[in-house]
């Protein structure tokens, strides 16, 4: 018989209480959004941890006539182990609803994403929803946006594009799944509409992980006393 410790060592190492509480902020917010989704929507699905609890809540709901799309290799894997049908966006055209995490949430509806490294296909997947929906726990709510902002950048003078936007680094991570570097600017972001305008106009950048309220119609914030709901600035928003 194993010594207990020996036991000890093989079971997974218990969540901490904070972590537990996080997790079960994102479970909420995910359940949340999932009840969102009808039958025979056309769903964009982001890519993360609280993503993660998306796909088990929608997946249990056991609709009729999805059609997804994924933001990530991961997630498409996710989904179509939980029996979700996936196609590529280009198969689905417009979305009707697209959901997905963040890092941080300022007041004015700005976000930083991309932690998972996926914010140019979930950029991308945002911008053609009718309605994209972010799910959070409560400590991705910020007063203010602080860096890392992540990065998607060609490969192709990669050095020269990280100097124009010094401090900027890139991340120890594989190539994006369209085959380009990740890396984070690290310098201060003031403006994140200033900031965002820089970084489109910095040649080399694909994509970064600056989200403008405007391509946001709503935030499911979930904390200790249940979820806030904050308005984005996206229009196309349904009437319920
Ligand atoms: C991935 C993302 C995620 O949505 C963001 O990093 C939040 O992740 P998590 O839900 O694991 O906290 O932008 O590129």
Redesign the pocket.
Known sequence: MASPRATARLRPSPLSDEQGVVERH?QAAAQAAAELVQNGMRVGL??????AHLLGAIAARRLRGLRCVATSPATERAARELGLKVEELDEVGELDIAI????QIDPAGWLI???????TR?KIVAAAAKRFVVIASAE?AVQELVPPV?LEILHFGARCTLDALSPARLREVPDSPDGNLIADYLGEIGDPAQLAARLSATPGVVEH?LFAPELVSEMLIAGKNGIERRLGGKRDQPAD
């Open positions: 994102k982001g890519t993360g941890s609280t993503v997905d995490g963040a890092d994403k991309g932690g998972g490294a996926a914010q979930e991705k992540p992980g």
